[in-house]
């Protein structure tokens, strides 16, 4: 296993830990409520090593090294900070540029807000739950940023179940009822 790829699981489990579904690209669907993109797709030809979605809406990116680089560097937050601005017109975005910024290489994690006046990277413990950014970015969706049900343990007609509840009272919330 490379440096990278080694940084990278470590990044994984913490997006998961924190309750986020990590996917592949070609895996994603806009009905994820919390999902971490793998290599997104961004304007310009670039990837995001994580591109971050809620309700199906971009929120952030996540850039990652290997555990020697400084994930600190003014190299490694501008890069960032261009994929935050680089977003395709094909996703909706709560705003734009993204408004939350993460730089990590398995060992440190740091964050920015991006719509504050000083864009200062601020080491982190953990990454933040999906919930978390939604209360920062005001949302008032009391569905927006709920973990990601998992398939496992559930009966297929289980998981449908509660699938199609959420999507409903998602509707429901939205139209006021």
Known sequence: MTPEEKA????DQWFADAGWKVINREDYE?????????????KGNLEADYFLFIN????????????D??????????????????????YQTYQK????????????????????QEQNF???????????????????DYFAGLPTLQKKGLRDC????????????SVVDKIGH
Request: with cysteine; net charge positive.
């Open 30 to 42: 806009p009905t994820c409520t919390a999902v971490a993109i793998r290599e997104g797709l961004l």
């Open 97 to 116: 540029p993204l408004p939350f910024i993460f730089t990590s290489n398995g060992k440190e994690l740091y964050f920015c807000d991006f719509r504050k």
């Open 158 to 169: 289980q998981y449908e179940a509660v699938t199609e509840l959420e999507k409903r009272a």
């Open 122 to 140: 601020k080491q982190i413990m953990a990454i933040p739950t999906p919930y978390e950014l939604v209360r920062q970015l005001g949302i008032s």
């Open 69 to 90: 680089i400084d994930a600190l560097s003014d190299k490694v937050c501008e890069q960032a900070a261009l994929y935050a601005k680089s977003v395709p017109f094909i």
């Open 56 to 67: 199906g809406k971009a929120v952030g990116v996540l850039e990652a090294k290997r555990e």
């Open 8 to 11: 990278r699981q470590k990044i």
